[in-house]
């Protein structure tokens, strides 16, 4: 992939507020250039969605995260795409991936309650035809996610030296 597309893909992936304007600025290029490469990015689903982190602990409304490993009896021909999808269509599935080890997908869920994730895990995951076994770890607290660290509250603590 070309230098420009990867600058831009690196600027939007720290902030995706970033417009072209600020964007032509910062890489030297014309603005329209740049929101031509975007519009190609996003034609090609190289850029899929914009998004925004959110402390949901700040806001004050119930909001639970969970991990759940799930072991798949693949299926002849199509190996584990097909129980993949119908697991990714459900809404409480933020993501899914095809993992190496003791489970073969790993999925995170998001919630209003512990107990609405694991109705889904009962009602909804292990009814699945070829689900074979799932295990659910509740996020207790995040301190860290894509790079963004939630509570910072490391001091500096070296000397201050003045000239």
Not at 134 to 140: I, K, N, P, Q
Request: hydrophobic share 40%; proline share 2%.
């Amino acid at each position: 992939m070309e230098n420009l597309k990867m600058d831009i893909l690196a600027l939007l992936q720290e902030n995706s507020k970033v417009d072209a304007k600020q964007m032509a600025l910062l890489l030297g290029k014309k603005e329209k250039e740049i929101v031509a490469t975007i519009k190609e990015m996003e034609e090609h689903k190289v850029i899929l969605k914009y998004t925004t982190m959110i402390n949901w602990e700040k806001t004050g409304e119930e909001y639970v995260t969970a991990l759940i490993d799930v072991k798949v009896q693949p299926q002849r021909g199509v190996g584990f795409d097909t129980v993949a999808e119908r697991i990714y269509r459900f809404p409480e599935v933020k993501s899914v991936y095809l993992m190496s080890g003791g489970y073969d997908l790993s999925l995170i869920i998001e919630g209003k309650t512990m107990k609405e994730v694991a109705l889904f895990v009962a009602e909804k995951l292990a009814t699945i035809e070829n689900v074979q076994s799932t295990t659910t770890h509740f996020v207790l607290k995040k301190y860290k996610e894509k790079g963004v660290i939630y509570e910072d509250k490391e001091e500096d603590r070296r000397l201050v030296i003045s000239p």
